[in-house]
């Protein structure tokens, strides 16, 4: 069974920094794709970055492009989601997903509990 952790949400003041953290049990985690998602109060749940098993692709939801980088680390079983130049609109509850590379959420098979990131003044 895979488990998925995030940590690394929090408060923090628009123009700031935030780097969300997702650790992933399981011995096989170079054989899943990762994503981020994000989901806002009474919106749908929404794609924000994936990244192929190897590392070697990564795609962006436009909203994120430029800002965001999302990156692993399969010798520690980790994703990354650096996100640089926060806006209040990027407050949501964000969530870490192994499963198939894209950006369909139905893609994805296994997923966390989510962090809450915050942005405001």
């Known amino acids: 069974q895979v488990q998925v952790v995030e940590s690394g949400g929090g408060l923090v003041q628009p123009g700031g920094s935030l780097r969300l953290s997702c650790a992933i049990s399981?011995?096989?985690?170079?054989?899943?794709?990762m994503g981020w998602f994000r989901q806002a109060p009474g919106q749908e749940r929404t794609f924000v970055a994936g990244i192929s098993g190897s590392g070697s692709t990564t795609h962006y939801a436009y909203s994120g492009e430029g800002r965001f980088t999302i990156s692993r680390d399969n010798a520690k079983n980790m994703v990354y989601l650096q996100m640089n130049s926060l806006k209040p609109e990027d407050t949501a509850v964000y969530y870490c997903?192994?499963?198939?590379?894209?950006?369909?959420?139905?893609?994805?098979?296994?997923w966390g509990q989510g962090t809450q990131v915050t942005v405001s003044s």
């Open positions: 997903a192994a499963g198939s590379y894209g950006s369909d959420k139905r893609s994805y098979d296994y």
């Open positions: 399981g011995r096989t985690f170079s054989s899943y794709d």
